[in-house]
């Protein structure tokens, strides 16, 4: 038996204070003036030592609970021996199935050493077989025998997630302490640095750990890869479009290579790249003939003569569809605000919108089918037959932009809107009199993109009452809204309130215009901006959490459901485990295609230090805990302080109640004569 | 007037005795005049015809002159006119556990006890004692009696040890032959036997004689937190103990002093009261009054 902190032992003199208490304390009498002492006896002897057995348990207790402190927080510790015979171990086999060991057959390699621990597995020794990429988990139960250790060992499958040997070291801290026993680990792997935790710690092996590392992979790699590809998510003139991609030199020497554009397995271009040693080079396609609708798109490395081919093809979904029909109303006196909303969205998506404009006076019965959505520039009061198929066609889903100016400002509601007009302010341009933004919603999707909005001047501000159901996105200093979201029916509305004529602000000429012109193009449209490109075992958005009516259902590469029955219902977000297309189906139509790549992290075989290695391999030795002797015999060290601290609590709590009992305890006597005659005279 | 008034604390509080005299019993009075079975004053009792050697100053002159005849007019009150109080004003009476000391306390009910007569017209007188008659006010009606009354009990102060034997003789020996009401105030730290053999002479001659038995409320229930070296005030004696024995044993011993004092003086004829510093002041009083209409 030993003391971790034996130095505390020395606070063992304060046991003295509670004898001093009980026997020196308790000789000191009160000197006491009495009236008489003609009923008094003399009862020191007998007094004291009465009070001295008496108090023999308080006196008992309280000594045992402070030297029973004093030797929690010495620490204590014996150690017990364990027989060699029954240190029995667990053998684990953790496999690394993670995309860079594709390599070659480094697979196979892996699974094949792993074999050789079948040997070692038995009844009372039962191995286990762990998979590991992003995620770690064993294949099938712990096995008692060599076969199905080997069966277990043949199941493990490539995989293409990226390596994380933290999600290993949590799996394994799990295994023994689910099973109670300490474990021998034998990993096969390729010992990536990318595979290493931001935090080393994630990295600790439960006690008495062995591990072994077994590298798969040869000391030097060389690899290129296509590493990021960036190409338009939709695009609308295939001459115009444009892919580019990155392609890297990890550990190899400069080389030219060539890169083709793919569609839907055409080989569309290729082109040579010259790549710096250790270094990147990009390339650009110009011009992606495809048909409409979604294409599978890649980006390959032609004979890249690399050790590594899996990471040469990196895919992207692209989609062609015909630009998006605007509807642009204005008065016969407005023909300048259709000049800055067309600059403003061709510049922003080429050729993404097609602004077909029409005069008011003109209109009456516009054709709304295929229709984006429809702007309207100050639009005043309305003919009847066209406010009303303006509102037929909002109530059914359509968006609707409404830019309100003087004539808008002189009616009592807005057009269509139907939102009350309080009045319409005016300033002078030459008396610099204006009002600017001044709160914003940062994170609604028209705003997020309008960095300086709040240095544009609006000279004319139509005071509108956004009632209860409208949501103003922008409002001036004195709370004027500025940018209004009213939802009418299944569609929305959008409300800027000045016009779009540079007369009532100076918004079409602020570098603000653009980005707000094309967020709100793409949220009238209902358009998501993607580049339909995903890692594997990053997350897809399969629908909001408020559409959760809308059914959703994902084919994977092989063209199989990748969704339970209760995820297509309910899930918002779906982590693709392997590389390929998955299509995404969603119950109003819509559908969509993500390309989903192996993390580029795996491409870099840079390996993981010797030292770092062998500090993961210590966190697994045994500790102050443990040890084991030559013999193999392992001593395990106890230490009780745990429970002397309880038994301190326990003691504390029985000292209360006894110190109460015997201070209070004795209580009154019987009632005095006094009492007596008082209660008689009552 | 507030019962509070009654209240030794209270009293405590008001330096002039007289005045704590007449505000106990104007108090207790007032207080009583609720209760008709109470009434206190100089009722008539009856006419009865004048012999040789009566005083002149009670002969009814209105009845002798319609009638020629002297009647002596006769009171209730008459019949016991002499209150004497003996108060014991030995070291042990200077105790007190509050504000209130055992002194104090039966100052106060000596006072109001004179007042009480005084208002009555009755003859009042003090003995004020310890082991010696201290001070001594012969029992009397006169203009003045009342002050001498009050300054006698006023300057009572603790001195020395009780001793009954001394005092008791004296009042024997000087008013034997003379009925009336003794009223004596004191601890009783002395053998109950003796206490009741001492006082019960004056019974014998036809004298009421009540006692008023005073005690701190720590000397009937103490109450020590640890060992105590208890020094007695009279002796100087010194004596350790502990709050056990306080607890049990002594309790038992009081209890036994004060019943064996009730139960002597019972059966000696004497009328006897426990009071408690603690407590108010009109159950003494009311002691004293029904005494006083027993007598009348």
Redesign the interface.
């Given at each position: 038996m030993g003391f971790l902190s034996p130095w505390f032992l020395g606070a063992a003199a304060l046991a003295g204070l509670p004898v001093w208490l009980h026997l020196l304390r308790?000789?000191?009498?009160?000197?006491?003036?009495?009236?008489?002492?003609?009923?008094?006896?003399?009862?020191?002897t007998?007094?004291?030592r009465?009070?001295r057995l008496r108090y023999y348990a308080l006196l008992a207790m309280r000594l045992l609970a402070l030297l029973l402190l004093i030797l929690a927080f010495a620490r204590p510790y014996w150690e017990r021996k364990i027989a060699a015979g029954s240190g029995k171990r667990m053998t684990v086999a953790a496999i690394d199935n993670s995309f860079s060991l594709r390599r070659g057959n480094a697979l196979d390699a892996a699974k094949e050493q792993a074999l050789g621990l079948a040997g070692k597995v038995s009844g009372a020794e039962p191995g286990i077989v762990v998979a590991f990429g992003a995620s770690a988990h064993e294949i099938g139960q712990k096995a008692d025998d060599a076969a199905t250790f080997r069966n277990h060992v043949q199941a493990v499958a490539a995989g293409d997630s990226r390596t994380s040997y933290a999600e290993l070291s949590r799996v394994l801290r799990g295994l023994a302490e689910a099973h109670r026993m300490p474990l021998d680990v034998h990993v096969y792997t390729d010992l990536q640095r990318s595979g290493m935790p931001a935090r080393f710690a994630d990295l600790q092996l439960p006690a008495d750990t062995k591990i072994e590392i077994h590298d798969v992979a040869p000391k030097e790699l060389t690899n290129y890869t296509v590493e990021a590809v960036t190409p338009p998510g939709r695009i609308f003139d295939t001459a115009k479009a444009r892919v580019r991609a990155t392609i890297a030199a990890l550990h190899a020497p400069k080389a030219t290579k060539q890169v083709s554009l793919v569609a839907d397995g055409k080989v569309l271009a290729t082109k040579p790249v010259d790549i710096p040693e250790n270094g990147r080079a990009s390339v650009e396609f110009t011009g992606l003939d495809t048909g409409y609708g979604f294409h599978r798109g890649e980006v390959r490395l032609e004979n890249a003569g690399d050790t590594f081919p899996g990471d040469d093809v990196f895919r992207f979904a692209i989609e062609r569809s015909d630009p998006r029909k605007v509807l642009y109303l204005h008065s016969g006196r407005d023909s300048r605000s259709a000049l800055y909303v067309k600059a403003a969205l061709d510049a922003a998506v080429p050729n993404a919108y097609a602004i077909e404009t029409a005069a008011y006076e003109t209109t009456s019965s516009p054709n709304l089918n295929n229709v984006s959505f429809v702007m309207l520039a100050d639009p005043g009061t309305l003919p009847p037959s066209l406010e009303n198929a303006l509102k037929d066609y909002v109530q059914k889903g359509g968006a609707l932009w409404i830019a309100a100016g003087g004539f808008t400002g002189a009616l009592p509601k807005l057009p269509v809107s139907g939102l009350a007009v309080k009045e319409s302010r005016m300033a002078s341009r030459s008396r610099e009199m204006f009002q600017s933004v001044a709160a914003k919603e940062p994170l609604h999707p028209v705003m997020e993109r309008t960095a300086g909005i709040e240095s544009v001047k609006f000279y004319q501000v139509v005071a509108i009452d956004p009632g209860a159901s409208a949501k103003v996105l922008a409002k001036t200093a004195d709370a004027a809204p500025v940018v209004i979201e009213q939802p009418m029916g299944e569609g929305r509305i959008l409300i800027l309130a000045s016009p779009l004529d540079n007369l009532g602000n100076n918004l079409p000429l602020h570098p603000a215009f653009v980005p707000l012109l094309e967020r709100a193009a793409q949220y009238l449209s209902r358009q998501q901006e993607s580049t339909g490109i995903v890692a594997v075992g990053e997350g897809v958005e399969l629908r909001a959490a408020s559409d959760r009516a809308i059914g959703v259902e994902v084919l994977d590469p092989r063209g199989e459901r990748a969704l339970t029955l209760e995820q297509a219902a309910k899930a918002t977000s779906f982590a693709p485990q392997t590389e390929g297309y998955y299509e995404i189906r969603r119950g109003n139509g819509r559908a969509s295609l993500v390309a989903v790549n192996a993390d580029r992290r795996e491409s870099d075989f840079t390996r993981m230090e010797d030292e770092t290695v062998a500090l993961w391999k210590a966190t697994g030795e045994p500790g102050e805990t443990q040890r084991v002797n030559a013999s193999g015999e392992r001593t395990e060290t106890v230490s009780p302080w745990w429970w002397l601290l309880l038994a301190v609590l326990g003691l504390t709590v029985a000292e209360g109640v006894a110190a109460s009992q015997y201070l209070y305890g004795?209580g009154?006597?019987?009632p005095?004569?006094?009492e007596l005659?008082?209660k008689e005279?009552a | 007037m507030d019962q509070r008034f009654l209240d030794p604390h209270v009293l405590a509080s008001i330096s002039n005795l007289e005045l704590v005299a007449k505000t106990v019993v104007d108090g207790f009075i007032s207080g009583l005049h609720r209760s008709p079975k109470f009434g206190f004053s100089q009722e008539f009792a009856e006419y009865r015809m004048y012999n040789e050697g009566d005083d002149l100053r009670f002969v009814d002159w209105n009845v002798f002159a319609r009638t020629e005849r002297a009647y002596i007019k006769r009171f209730k009150g008459e019949t016991n006119s002499r209150l004497t109080l003996l108060l014991d004003a030995s070291a042990?009476?200077?105790?007190s556990s509050h504000s209130v000391t055992?002194i104090d306390y039966a100052k106060y009910l000596a006072a109001s006890l004179a007042y009480m007569a005084h208002q009555q017209r009755d003859a009042a007188g003090v003995i004020v004692f310890d082991d010696e008659v201290r001070e001594y006010v012969t029992p009397s009606s006169r203009a003045g009696q009342f002050r001498r009354t009050m300054f006698a009990i006023e300057n009572a102060t603790p001195g020395r040890r009780t001793d009954f034997a001394k005092p008791f003789f004296h009042f024997l020996s000087t008013l034997r032959n003379r009925r009336g009401l003794a009223v004596v105030v004191s601890?009783f730290?002395e053998d109950p036997e003796t206490v009741i053999k001492t006082i019960e002479p004056l019974r014998f001659r036809g004298n009421d004689v009540v006692l008023f038995h005073i005690?701190?409320?720590q000397?009937?229930?103490p109450k020590?937190?640890?060992?105590?070296?208890?020094?007695?005030?009279?002796?100087g004696?010194?004596?350790?103990?502990?709050?056990?024995?306080?607890?049990?044993?002594?309790?038992g011993?009081?209890?036994a002093?004060?019943?064996a004092l009730?139960q002597k003086a019972q059966t000696a004829g004497l009328t006897y009261?426990?009071?408690?510093t603690d407590?108010p002041l009109d159950?003494a009083l009311r002691e004293f009054l029904l005494v006083r209409q027993g007598r009348a």
């Open positions: 308790q000789h000191k009498t009160t000197p006491v003036h009495f009236s008489s002492l003609m009923f008094f006896e003399k009862r020191t007998t007094s004291t009465q009070r004795s009154e006597g019987a005095s004569p006094a005659a008082s005279a | 042990s009476m200077a105790y055992k601890d730290y005690l701190d409320p000397e009937v229930r020590f937190d640890g060992p105590v070296l208890l020094i007695d005030s009279e002796t004696q010194e004596l350790e103990t502990s709050p056990e024995y306080a607890a049990q044993e002594y309790r011993k009081i209890d002093h004060v019943a009730k009261h426990l009071h408690t407590k159950s």
